[in-house]
């Protein structure tokens, strides 16, 4: 089997389906290739949190680049669930990120200020002014940090959204298509070898999250991002206990459709394991239950793990290879895949149409502080 | 433990919670009992096509029930859905009644033109033209019964956000909660004793689908439904199949979102048996694969049952125990719970408030000729 | 359907199950019905801790049974094992009853003594001792009283061993079948009325764990017995942790074959809720941490519950009813119906032939003392 | 991290487990890597037919060695279930393969002829002698091949007490563990890169089944192995209804413990692909049926796939790297990886030491004329 495509995307997680999205959308006869099934690991298992104020606290670039992602959803949501006839459970809520002393309270308040003077909204939530609003949170909370326009999404189905409306558009999608090497000739790249055959292609793009390192080994580049495992569980209360997320150091809740919330997430540095701990999860439920103590008589429902893809210096990169053409790279997101999705997308197929008018700050050429050499064979 | 209602619903499946909705709305003080949990019989179990015209295949009082109760989805998913935070999936794109050989094309088009003088939409489509709309259908068909007010829900959500509103509006739920007997005195229904105590209320409504006639019997009714096991399954195509539903004899295809497709149903008459043979998916999927050939290629994904409470004359029991008054039943829905359930709400608390005008068709006065006596206690 | 036995079982517990097994065994034409699936709730559900000297601690009948009950899986298993060709997985590797305090100390060896009194073996470990043995186990306890014959079982195989081999002694199995009555007449019992239809026979036996009283009702009998909800879960540990059972209050750790551990159990009275609390695991996972501190590091797998029955002087009641004859009870067993099961079932059948010699300390002529009287019927 | 071992084992599957032993036993320090969980791939998927004369119908080498390797396991069973505290389920009641016309009968008992020439036993049974042994066998079936000496184990747990008895003697087992690349230097291998870092050892043994292709293209070999998916499903009836294994062209069904029947498998040449299709379980529905045609009235109990490994010529590769000392390989077992898992662990342990007396016909010298050169690499 040999096939040709403009561009092939090696992972069909939640923004190797967005940038197929968007190339589908100009025309490009597209591939997306996974070695297992969509949205299967990291997108899958996240909770979803549109959070782009609550995890990125300082401005810059990432920042700026989140609080765009998270405006295109409002036109985008309609969209994708139009063309892909799945519902993407999109709430724009907001999030509660509470502080649980002093210190964090005003953590918080120089937060909301410098926030405010980026153009975005905030605001301090006294404890009473809290429990009006979400009258289960603990009342030995001091209070939170509202973030009206942070929202949250149905992780999954969102990104089976982006490959169905991909597929609606003419992209293709292989699953169980494993790529074991690049076909690589004159610095340039002419599309990969897979478990399947080859696929051959003007442009291919990597966004293959925490194992795109890997991937990126068979072109000569060893890239700064490590597999940080996290577990998460999901119980469901008699009657809704929270309406907007409650966010804290170490813990969030998230309430999702249907009743169920969603609590989050443990932190494993360099780890690719899988497998749920009693450890990992008793930790989340006692700090859960720190927050909202009724969630105690929540019924169980189940726990899970996503491996998410930390680059070197907390920024994804979004660009091209320093030494091969048509290879692009799209990952480290981090626990911010699913807010910079949209972004992604349509910067990713700028990146290809040499569209980018200013300075992209996520480009590769940042490599030569972080990266370490592969056999020195690059770099 | 005692407590107090105006109203105490046995059964917490679709019809249960339609009732308690409905009731909560008019402002009483309502329970919902459930041996088991909220929507985990039939309820829970229904592929869920809205086919007032596909199933109830004569004019008549149910035909004209059945038609209404459709046409009351519109109004009511948003309230629902609101009220729930619950998705309930509807959707509104039509069903395909299909004749596989030339009598069952005769018999369609006659109920084509039955339908149409009884003011519903319904037209043939040759076997040209159904392919041109749905183009994975067998080209082996003679063509198909094209209902386009006939659409679908999501059985199991739907069942929930009834629940989910009810408790919105005040009404509690108990689950876990086994009937074992009546408070009767004096002609009357003064409550019901459970494994958590007795409930008082000034009405009891049974609607415990398949065994309300066990429930009935400690009202010494022995009410003539017989449970009908069905069997169903899902799979997953890799592209969306069809748009509508597929109906044929013995077998149906329903498109769901998120591109899952569910196929039902096996008929075994008089069995509480929950368990899935493999004689029953094996001929349900021979049936799929010759209605819709490339079904064959889609993913497995699982299969469950559920039991249909058979009235002895095919038609729902709504009204009031011909003994004990504030006694109500509302069961005997067989495979027309999920169309039928915001019609028997609206229908059973009017009843409760005495606020029929018409003569109602489905009440039990009707039992004189269909029921067998229970202990010669009763009729 | 009319069927015509020698016995009738009510309930396809681990109870049930082996009264039919010792019925079959002497030659009795036996039917065992069940309202869901074989050994579906609690008998399925436990731990399998054959614990006579870890749960009894006093001595007297129970005691007494339970020893003897528990001496006669030595030669139960093999026999089981070759009708039903079901792994049981017994194993008789002791328990360890810790001590966290010194009070605790003070108790065991007290204990201790009386059991070895009592002709049953057991001793004090310090914890230096119990370290050498159980190298996991926490340094911060006191040591433990370990019981070396008392060992377990998989309760869910035992449970259907049984079963299959009554049905290999052609004994016929149910499922799915409610018994809604008793067919009694002369102070006599005739069978059973069923959602399949009436089953008659000369003697009826009742062993429907929890459901037990509810059933009796039927017969004008208010049986003291209520519900516990008991939740548990399982995780597997990279290496093996324990080779005995750790048992203290509130929580105990048995080792499975294949590598499994399970963690019970709470305890939550006159509860049918079927449904696992994160309180209720996170407390447990918290206890079982403080037992073997390394269980942290092992894999999530499942929890579950189970519904034990539990009577007004924590015997279980084992004869006839006090009115019907040919009706006979065992019911009550709490958390011992597995270690009870064997002699349950030898006792059992004695009683139906009235081959018991000595008097029976836990016939239901107690019940004077205990019972409440329903609706005036009857006691 | 940097480990240095005697020997690294790429896979923990059967064989890698199975190898792992032997060493471990042999006093080697071993690593087993696993890019997932331990059996997670076809060696939990299989049927655990160990069909040395039922699968190999001609003498031959192979045929040889499956002999041999089912012999071993009367010994090697308790060893293991000593070591490992897993149970397996070792069954020796024999294979039937059926003859479904006079062509397959004609031919079976030309392969009984030849077998027993070949030492081993088997003989006719026309299908009245068929029907005595195995009732619930279709009479529309010609007879059978009955093969005494073919026996079953449960296929997961075998792997896992080979991979736990390992651990027993000192094997340690790394889950989540990516082999990326192999250390070479002057035509020896020294070790692996990992996902978890570099695996430092003397030997490196690739038993990665249908990924071992993929995993020695990182050392220049492009083994003619392809990945062939086969489904399966079990099923549970009510009473059993065989004893033996029932084994046809295209259909075999097993009975394991508990009652479960396990029916397999379809064979999908060149795919990685895991997801059960409807075509496949429908289509061995029905020869199951034809089969046994009580299997009807079984409950479904679920589906899976397993990815087994084809070599060219249909033999393993058992044998060094053709230019990497120290480099070795045991794979493309395809359907009889369990089967042959005892004899390969002995024989590679055997290999690594330089043992073997005979000449050894599964080594890669055989590659010249089977080997598609990657590349132009090697060979």
Request: hydrophobic share 40%.
């Amino acid at each position: 089997m040999r096939k040709i495509y403009d561009a092939v995307i090696v992972g069909g997680g939640i923004n190797g389906s967005s940038i197929a999205f968007q190339l589908a959308k100009r025309g490009y006869k597209v591939a997306v290739l996974d070695k297992g099934k969509i949205a299967g690991k990291a997108s899958g298992a996240a909770a979803g949190i549109l959070g782009a104020q609550t995890e990125l606290a300082e401005d810059g670039p990432l920042f700026q680049l989140a609080c765009k992602s998270r405006s295109m959803y409002r036109i985008l949501i309609p969209e994708l669930e139009d063309l892909s006839q799945v519902h993407i459970g999109y709430q724009n809520k907001g999030v509660y990120k509470v502080a649980a002393n002093k210190e964090e309270e005003q953590t918080l308040k120089r937060l909301i200020e410098s926030q405010q003077k980026a153009g975005e909204q905030a605001e301090w939530f006294s404890i009473d002014d809290l429990i009006k609003r979400e009258p289960s949170v603990s009342n030995k909370l001091r209070g939170a940090m509202y973030i009206p326009n942070d929202g949250q999404v149905q992780a999954y189905e969102l990104s089976l959204a982006f490959a169905k409306a991909s597929m609606a558009l003419g992209a293709e999608i292989y699953e169980y298509t494993h790529v074991s090497d690049f076909i690589l000739k004159d610095e340039k790249v002419h599309g990969v070898k897979t478990s399947q055959g080859e696929f051959l292609a003007e442009s291919v793009i990597v966004a293959s999250g925490a194992w795109s390192r890997e991937v990126l080994e068979r072109a000569g580049l060893s890239l700064p991002i490590i597999p940080v495992k996290g577990e998460c569980f999901s119980v469901i209360p008699e009657k809704p206990l929270v309406q907007g997320t409650i966010f804290s150091h170490g813990c969030y809740i998230v309430p999702k459709q249907s009743g169920r919330l969603v609590v989050g997430a443990t932190v494993k540095v360099n780890s690719f394991d899988e497998k749920v701990t009693l450890e990992g999860i008793s930790t989340l439920m006692e700090k859960a239950q720190n927050l909202v103590p009724d969630i105690a008589k929540a019924e169980w429902e189940r726990a899970w793990t996503g491996i998410r893809p930390q680059s070197a210096d907390g920024q994804p990169f979004l660009g091209e290879h320093p030494v091969y053409r048509g290879l692009y790279i799209a990952a480290g997101h981090f626990r911010n895949g699913i807010l910079l999705a949209p972004a992604t997308g349509v910067l990713m197929a700028d990146i290809l149409e040499g569209k980018t008018e200013q300075p992209n700050p996520f480009e590769l050429s940042r490599l030569e502080s972080l990266v370490h050499t592969s056999n020195g064979v690059l770099l």
